[in-house]
């Protein structure tokens, strides 16, 4: 059985269907990517499996269990957790103080400790300005910080939304590279990224979005080498 089961929904933003019978599937322990141009549904995909926005037709499975008509705080409780698209740090918090609130579903301040030590050992540049306020940090920081939030929660899978988004070249590999130490450490990740070639480069497998509907889908290491693929997304 998948960790996450999305089966034959849609959404509507008034009159207009952004996503159109959308299905796929995310085992666990692996990272799935969602690829595709701006406007193509990536970012409603992941806020209607979070339950930021509702569906208007089909279901949403998170381990067996039906999650599109729970609210979403309740969906973190459950094991996952969202990096919303733009960071969306608390900018007048302290970098410590947003940690901490990335575990407010978390009882046990032993177990809170350890993880927030995973993080700044994941991402020591947060333990150097924990007590910075989050909205003084580079792009690069911020995103850090958004992404060891998510983590705070100890979630069974992680929805990053464009993490690569606005960053320099090394920012963005450095990125990349602890999607995949995440991924390796035990965490399902399911990637919308815009940034299609590094997206592929560290997927299992990848769905390509167009204007709400899924086109084409498979292992990853496939579509980096697909022609149409290539022309669209690649720039090849």
Do not use: C
Request: charged share 25%; no cysteine; aromatic share 4%.
């Amino acid at each position: 059985m998948a960790m996450l089961e999305v089966k034959d929904i849609e959404v509507h933003y008034g009159v207009i269907k952004a996503i159109k019978g959308v299905s796929f599937s995310v085992n666990e322990g692996e990272v799935i990517s969602l690829i595709g141009a701006n406007g193509a549904g990536k970012t409603t995909i992941l806020n209607a499996i979070t339950g930021i926005v509702p569906i208007s037709s089909g279901s949403i499975e998170f381990e067996g269990k039906e999650i599109s008509k729970i609210p979403a705080h309740k969906i973190v409780y459950m094991g996952m957790s969202h990096v919303p698209e733009g960071r969306r740090v608390f900018s007048q918090l302290s970098v410590l103080e947003n940690l901490k609130l990335g575990a407010y579903s978390r009882k046990d301040p032993a177990e809170i400790e350890e993880s927030l030590a995973n993080v700044y050992k994941r991402f020591p540049r947060l333990e150097d300005r924990k007590k910075q306020l989050a909205g003084t940090l580079s792009g690069g920081e911020q995103q850090m910080l958004a992404m060891g939030r998510a983590l705070m929660a100890r979630p069974k899978i992680v929805l990053m939304d464009e993490p690569s988004m606005g960053l320099s070249p090394i920012l963005v590999s450095e990125i990349f590279d602890i999607i995949k130490e995440i991924s390796n450490a035990g965490t399902t990740v399911l990637l919308v990224e815009q940034n299609a070639k590094k997206a592929l480069s560290i997927a299992d497998r990848a769905y390509v979005l167009e204007t709400g509907n899924i086109v084409k889908s498979g292992p990853a290491a496939e579509l980096l080498n697909d022609e149409s693929v290539k022309k669209a997304y690649l720039g090849e």
